[in-house]
């Protein structure tokens, strides 16, 4: 069950229409940030279909592990599941990669994200890559999909073994990993690591972490000046571009269109109804969810818990690979649900509540998740009981939208809000 053949079709699709909508949204009032997203996206799977001719290799990783050593060496990378969920979007066909990844063994159960790209590996959607870096980040639905996927890419791989919990043997435990890593990837381009360029590209990190904090704060401001949809954009540039200028590109435009808000005293929708709390990410057919809550019921997601990629110590350049090692411990959803990191996923979100002054939470729960279905009943209780808000709970299917049709989840937001309203 090997891919050999580096069918690059599907990706060239994916870029065409991007494109299309980046300069779509150049054109419409108040998108700048939007346009900006579309344009690196489309530059980083440029970067992928060009690396050949350009005599580059084209690395492939599951989610979170940090681009930045990639970026350090002159790799390509080619973060999967973001590749997976734009394909899913864009591409007809999504049921046919699910069966093919029942075929290969895949049970439903399984998160649908590592169901996804089986399939579209073993269908060569995805260009075939020189090799494989894969983690025990985010869960071990990840880990065990790894497996699959160097057996069907057939390339080098190499496992990237976190900690689950922060501790300072964790630390120096996983620099140990990440120079296991850089070994690797000299021995794979036969070059050695520039650690001047390391530095260079974990100071554009850290500028990326600063952004991050203006952000939340003003996020904090009362109307929220804030588009639903830019949370799932930052989320993606964080995974997949970080330690470049591009992302520093994004969040400053983000940040700068949230400013000219605050300053203004206004928020993005002309009457800020409810505050929401996003707990996890909406299914990718449902993204357009996100806007119609704002259209239709003024609720702005202040906060998202999950994905906030808590700041741990100032990232110090001169020491990148000591810095690297820690930040992949800051986002809450690599760690337990209590626990000295971030503090822990549902202490998180409590302080968020507050300080974010939410009047509700939306978790999207996805079959198969086992980042947010093991927390619910626990979040749940403690906004209640802690913050004094509701929690919806939204079953869903990240990726597969036959699970749940769109509309019902809707139907679920429309009562949730008239509750809301009802407490006011």
């Not at 206004?266 to 996003?278: D, N, S, W």
């Not at 449902?286 to 806007?291: T, Y």
């Not at 741990?312 to 990148?320: R, V, Y």
Request: proline fraction near 6%.
């Amino acid at each position: 069950m090997t891919t050999t053949v580096a069918d690059t079709a599907k990706l060239r699709q994916i870029v065409e229409v991007v494109d299309a909508v980046a300069k779509l949204q150049r054109q419409r009032l108040e998108r700048e940030p939007d346009a900006v997203n579309y344009q690196i996206v489309v530059r980083y799977f440029n970067n992928v279909l060009t690396a050949k001719e350009e005599g580059k290799l084209v690395v492939a990783h599951t989610p979170m592990i940090a681009p930045e050593i990639l970026f350090a060496m002159d790799i390509v990378p080619l973060q999967l599941e973001f590749a997976a969920t734009l394909a899913a979007q864009i591409i007809p066909g999504i049921q046919e990669c699910f069966s093919t990844a029942a075929t290969a063994g895949l049970a439903p159960e399984i998160c649908s994200a590592q169901r996804l790209i089986a399939g579209q590996a073993i269908q060569r959607w995805l260009p075939r890559p020189d090799a494989l870096i894969w983690s025990n980040q985010v869960c071990d639905n990840t880990a065990k999909g790894g497996n699959l996927l160097a057996e069907v890419f057939d390339c080098p791989s190499f496992f990237l073994d976190r900690p689950y919990q922060f501790s300072e043997r964790g630390v120096h435990y996983f620099t140990e990993q990440l120079k296991e890593l850089i070994r690797f990837l000299e021995n794979l381009t036969g070059r050695r690591m520039d650690w001047d360029r390391f530095s260079e590209v974990m100071e554009y990190s850290r500028r990326l972490q600063d952004l991050h904090r203006e952000i939340r704060e003003l996020r904090k401001a009362v109307p929220c000046p804030w588009r639903n949809l830019w949370f799932i954009h930052m989320q993606g540039t964080e995974m997949y571009w970080a330690g470049s200028p591009e992302a520093i590109a994004h969040l400053e435009a983000i940040r700068d269109a949230a400013r000219q808000k605050v300053t203004e005293g206004k928020g993005y929708v002309p009457v800020e109804r409810f505050r929401i709390l996003t707990i996890f990410v909406p299914p990718t057919s449902g993204w357009a969810m996100m806007g119609w809550m704002q259209g239709k019921h003024g609720a702005v997601c202040v906060a998202e818990p999950y994905f906030s990629f808590r700041d741990g110590e100032a990232i110090d350049p001169a020491k990148p690979l000591q810095s690297l090692a820690r930040k992949c411990f800051y986002c809450p959803i690599c760690g337990p649900m209590h626990g000295p990191a971030s503090e822990g996923i549902v202490r998180d979100t409590v302080r968020d509540a507050v300080d974010y002054k939410a009047e509700g939470a939306v978790c999207f729960a996805s079959i198969g998740c086992r980042q947010t279905d093991a927390c619910i009943r626990m979040l749940k209780e403690s906004l209640q009981e802690k913050a004094g808000i509701p929690m919806l709970v939204l079953d869903n299917d990240t990726y597969d939208p036959t699970y749940v049709p769109e509309d019902q989840l809707r139907d679920k937001l429309d009562e949730f809000f008239e509750l809301l309203e009802g407490r006011k």
